[in-house]
């Protein structure tokens, strides 16, 4: 589905490859029931292949990533490890935050690659209240970005100390 979407578009610089990323690498159980935030690595019965996006990048099958999205219901801090210090230090990341426990284990990895953190106004919220709603965003700025390079939409973020 995703190669028709890409061609659809006439994208020629993106590739699809059948893997999960995670901090380690081997197989493991892919699935859940009900919503798609009960579907997780270690659940369900479907077998995947689990590699480090280091791994990806190291081997050449990749370029390092200087703009990330990650949504993996909850499992981001494990992408964040496994892509460790391949990350560029120009790169931009976007994660969507399902739990606490997720934006701590973002905010370490991030901020041991030496990334500054942003919190949408809805993680914001989340933070504040101790209720978490949704998956809101936290933008992650390489060491070598700066805040005036961002664009108006996402100047609402706040800085996290």
């Given amino acids: 589905m995703l190669n028709r979407h890409l061609a659809w578009n006439a994208v020629a610089n993106a590739q699809v490859s059948p893997l999960a990323l995670s901090d380690f690498e081997g197989q493991t159980t892919f699935g859940g029931d009900g919503t798609s935030k009960m579907l997780a690595l270690g659940g369900g019965d479907e077998v995947v292949s689990v590699t480090r996006g280091a791994s990806l990048i190291e081997a050449g099958e990749c370029e390092p990533p200087t703009l990330m999205k990650i949504d993996v219901e909850g499992a ?8 460790g210090k ?6 931009r990341i976007l994660a969507a935050i399902h739990s606490y426990a997720a ?3 973002c905010c370490a990895a991030l901020r041991g690659l030496g990334f500054r953190l942003l919190t949408s106004v809805g993680l914001q919220d989340c933070l504040s209240s101790g209720r978490w709603n949704g998956d809101p965003d936290l933008l992650a700025l390489g060491p070598i970005c700066t805040l005036d390079e961002l664009d108006p939409c996402v100047r609402s973020y706040v800085v996290v100390e």
Wanted: hydrophobic share 40%; proline share 6%.
């Fill in 86 to 91: 391949t990350i560029p230090t120009h790169a």
């Fill in 103 to 105: 934006f701590v284990e």
């Fill in 76 to 83: 981001e801090g494990g992408v964040l490890r496994g892509m």
